[in-house]
């Protein structure tokens, strides 16, 4: 089946402008996770679906970023008047979620965000 | 709080071992292996939680040590594929929200 998907793969900006990140989760994947990876750096955590619960936005760096999901399917990251700091790759996972227990995180190919 | 891994790398010889650390200054609830190719998207290796659970997919062993709020990954006669680099991923309380260390790149040479 498919995993999950992020679009574009690759996007260049100028400073200031506004970017838009997909993702696409499995399908029946509740839960939904943004991270961010600067070059040869770890797995930063910024953002988190869960069904229908409040988002765990505890790990968005600034009030430029936000990040919306349509249900159980379609995440959008917006990050708005960009930084050269910015510049990263921008990994969406997705996992099943059940309530007590762990399921692992498949991860998509991710988007890789340059800043002029 | 970001979990400590170490070494920050390491170079093997296929068939040696090593093991990989990963240790965090506050109780954990679970530890989570990923695994990362260059250019290519983390995989899932293994979860180890409180109380003795494991759930992973491939022959790569692990210990979670409670009182130490440690976690150790053992590459057992390491193979070419074993090259990445490798992450683990520590949550406090139930929920699958994680934080990652900074990671330990592994090469792996014939």
């Known amino acids: 089946g498919a995993g999950v998907s992020q679009s574009p793969s690759n996007k260049v900006t100028e400073k200031g402008k506004d970017v838009e990140l997909r993702c696409d989760p499995i399908?029946?994947?509740?839960?939904l996770y943004w991270y961010r990876q600067r070059l040869g750096q770890g797995l930063e955590f910024l953002i988190y679906?869960?069904?229908?619960?409040?988002?765990?936005k505890s790990g968005l760096p600034s009030d430029r970023f936000s990040a919306e999901r349509t249900g159980e399917s379609v995440s959008t990251l917006t990050i708005q008047r960009t930084q050269q700091e910015d510049s990263a790759v921008y990994l969406c996972?997705?996992?099943?979620?059940?309530?007590?227990?762990?399921?692992?995180?498949?991860f998509g190919p991710g988007t890789r965000l340059t800043v002029l | 709080q970001q979990p400590v891994q170490s070494p920050q790398a390491v170079i093997l010889r296929e068939g040696e071992d090593a093991v990989i650390n990963c240790s965090s200054s506050?109780?954990?609830?679970?530890v989570h292996w990923y695994r990362q190719k260059h250019g290519e998207a983390p995989v899932f290796l293994m979860i180890?939680?409180?109380?003795?659970e494991q759930k992973g997919h491939e022959k790569i062993s692990a210990s979670f040590n409670e009182k130490k709020q440690q976690s150790s990954l053992y590459l057992t006669a390491s193979q070419l594929s074993y090259s990445g680099t490798y992450f683990c991923?520590?949550?406090?309380?139930?929920?699958?929200?994680?934080?990652f260390g900074g990671g330990t790149r592994v090469l792996v040479k014939p």
């Open positions: 180890l939680l409180k109380g003795g």
């Open positions: 506050k109780a954990l609830y679970s």
């Open positions: 679906f869960q069904g229908n619960s409040a988002p765990d």
């Open positions: 996972a997705s996992s099943l979620w059940t309530s007590g227990s762990y399921n692992e995180q498949f």
């Open positions: 991923g520590t949550d406090k309380a139930a929920g699958n929200k994680l934080t």
């Open positions: 399908s029946g994947h509740t839960a």
